[in-house]
């Protein structure tokens, strides 16, 4: 906490609701190296697969899966992932947090 500061206030239930973890799989081809929607928030992405966390993923995951070809396991996130999405830290600017 010390490098950052909280960019919400709202309670947790709500924010499990507005925020989901998306497991990716290739249908075809390989796996982008980045993802940059918007309303991606963080990823960790390898060839064949992918993690996302994503704001909003039930309003976007249709186009997501036909854009990029890929097959989207869905999950709740959990606080510990929530947290670090949440936490703005100082001097970082909204575009760099992806």
Avoid at 11 to 30: A, C, F, H, I, T
Avoid at 56 to 66: N, P, V
Avoid at 74 to 83: A, G, K, M, S, T
Wanted: aromatic share 8%; glycine share 6%.
């Amino acid at each position: 906490m010390d490098l950052g500061e909280l960019t919400t206030n709202e309670p947790l239930d709500d924010l499990r609701e507005q925020y989901s973890e998306w497991r990716v799989r290739v249908q075809r081809g390989r796996m982008p190296a980045h993802f940059y929607e918007p309303y991606v928030v963080a990823q960790d992405v390898n060839c064949h697969q992918a993690r996302l966390w994503v704001a909003d993923g039930e309003r976007h995951a249709d186009a997501f899966a036909a854009q990029h070809h890929v097959d989207i396991e869905r999950h709740p996130v959990n606080l510990e992932q929530l947290f670090p999405i949440l936490v703005k830290r100082r001097g970082e600017s909204e575009g760099d947090r992806a």
